[in-house]
């Protein structure tokens, strides 16, 4: 852990791409260790010119495999890549096993840094610290940074206030067209995937999404003289075990990342996350200030029925300010 | 928030049986630590450049193909070349009394054998890094 005065060269390895340094950064983010927040401070200004693709959808879809055969397709376009991989804490012991990396076992590029995060409590499909080991990945001279979600059901949409571009992974057979007119996930998902086409039957599931977004077009699509383009969502099958249909994958990639460029989009994204970053820290440190209220004598003022919640919430609030 | 002691757990070597290994992490796991799993048939470079990465504590190997004289004291001075040997290494699987001698000696920092209770591993790295039982 660095002390107060060596923070300058530790930005610098940093900076300099040093791994341990790296990943001991990263683990300050988790642990949210106070230092976190002044290297944050000192590398936020190198930070923000990455491509960030999430990667999300149920858990079983292959989310895990198909990364791996995406960053290798994005090593081969010459991107310096970092993956970001969340797989959820257990609530009861606060363990968890993290196992992302066991479907990336045959990545051998020693310049991909992968890194593992347990939720720790953290909802909506990514950890707390995911934004600044995000940064981190940034200022190591990552350009082409994955992060994969806990496997996500049908709210889990916080990737999008990280992620540039959002590919959402599912399966034949996984619900009808009802589940895909739901509100939600689907909403803010960029490219669509039906993996495991090798097992058939994913036409149906095609079909069923490209009905839902075609909904989605035409209930917002009516478009003045000076509209600009909008994106239609692009909807592939393929096959991460097998490896087929990565390539035209990676291709949608990088044409949403153009469209995004081309029309301004990507600028407006860019405003909507920093305000989500923003948010994510000051939320964090309200639930533990409110955490720090939750006092044995709060508590017994409740249980001995001498207040009730609703007064005890406004009294405690009050004395604050 | 806590801080959490995060251990890798790793099959170099060339055989499959990865029962053990993760029994091992799902112990772990239960015990409140973070374990990174990492499956079958890795290489010695790659299960240490992962542990560097992932900022562990600790390395747990388990090899049952009998080339553990050779793997293991490979990551050990791997990990001693990247000046990345506060990482302890321990392991597990068929390893004969002399070889876990031997091991210990070239730097492996305890060995468990068949039969060891899964509580007797997380006594162990609860007491390496002194977490309250």
Redesign the interface.
Known sequence: MPAQKSTKSWIQKILQGD??TV??T??LF???DPLSESILSEIYRYTGNAFVLGITGPPGVGKSSLLSSLVEEAVRHGYQVGVIAVDP??PL???????D??RM?NL?H?SV????L?T??TLGGLAFASFGILRTLEAMGKNFIFVETVGAGQNEVEVSHLATSTLYVTIPHLGDEIQALKAGILEVCDIFLVNKADLGNAEVAISQLRAMLTLKESSTAFPGKDAVPIWSPPILSCSALKKQGIAQIFHAVLQHFEYLKSTGELFERKRKQVQAELAAIMERRIAKEVESKLTTRATDLLLSKKSDPATLAKKILRRKQ | ????I?ILIAKPGLDGHDRGAKIV??A???????????????TPE?IV??A????VKAIGLSLLSGAHNVLFPKVVDLLKE???EDIIVFAGGIIPPEDAANLKARGVCEVFGPGTSTKDIVEFLKKKFHVRA
Do not use: H, P, W
């Open positions: 791994l341990r990943a001991r990263c683990s988790e642990n949210e804490t257990s012991t606060g363990g968890a096993l993290l196992a990396r066991l076992a051998n020693n840094f992968v890194r593992s347990a720790r409590g | 928030m806590t801080k959490k995060r992490a799902r772990l796991r239960d015990a409140g630590f973070e374990v990174i799993y990492t499956g079958i048939r890795q790659q450049s992962a560097i990465q992932e900022d990247q000046n990345a």
